[in-house]
């Protein structure tokens, strides 16, 4: 498993189930127009596949639509057609493998929304990470001990600084999807700050070889997913 499919994962244990009217700002949309266009430039010194840059392209066409900046019709046409692209382009071959298992449900995105929604949420969570956020008492203290058996490991050496980071960003969060603390405090809480920290951590990596571009780009959704959730409204 290469780096960027390893915190795509990890980051699958700290995705949240909140969403504001809006799940992305004109903020998200600018990161990813501005990754995209570097994305472009690496295939000319062989440093990026097509695939990449289909990648990135549907990532920035979710930005749009959940940023409010593309309609939904709009978005389940050029999404199909990017992800079938995607499924074809050179690239990584499990990445093709696993679109092309998918193909049926890609395809049916022209059909309505709701399966254009089905398929989007489908492929979001093998590309960039999903998972079941903690909903009770028990699976905030699951949280919690794990996020403290975490912090023993980094000191010790035993764990990587990534993987202790998004133990913590996991603590914080749990008590706010468990309904235990008001958006407010969630906002308040050092969340925004780990998460950026994290996301320079994850840049450092990818300049030094270290970091895929899935990896970069489910960090990249976390941060910014934080960002809208605490906008001022």
């Known amino acids: 498993m290469d780096a960027g499919r390893r915190v795509a994962c990890l980051v699958a244990a700290v995705t949240c189930s909140f969403a504001p009217a809006l799940a992305y700002t004109g903020e998200a949309v600018t990161d990813a127009e501005a990754l995209l266009k570097t994305t472009m430039e690496r295939p000319r010194a062989r440093q990026a596949s097509a695939q990449d840059v289909s990648i990135v392209r549907y990532h920035l066409l979710e930005m749009k639509a959940e940023a409010g900046l593309l309609s939904p019709e709009a978005f389940c046409r050029q999404a199909r057609d990017e992800l079938q692209t995607m499924a074809t382009a050179e690239g990584d071959e499990p990445v093709k493998a696993e679109l092309g298992l998918r193909g049926d449900r890609i395809d049916a995105m022209k059909d309505s929304p709701e399966l254009c929604q089905q398929a989007a949420v489908d492929v ?110």
Not at 158 to 170: Q, V
Not at 197 to 226: C, K, P
């Open 124 to 233: 979001d969570a093998y590309l960039f990470g999903a998972d079941q956020p903690a909903k009770t008492d028990d699976d905030v203290r699951e949280v919690e001990r794990a996020a403290a058996e975490a912090r023993k490991r980094y000191k010790a050496g035993e764990l990587d600084r990534t993987s202790a980071t998004l133990a913590e960003i996991a603590a914080l969060e749990a008590p706010y999807t468990a309904g235990k603390i008001t958006r407010q405090a969630y906002c308040a809480s050092g969340q925004g700050a780990l998460l950026a920290d994290l996301d320079g951590w994850t840049q450092t990596l990818a300049e030094a070889g270290q970091m895929g571009l899935l990896g970069q780009i489910s960090v990249r959704r976390r941060l910014y997913q934080f960002k809208a959730l605490c906008a001022p409204k």
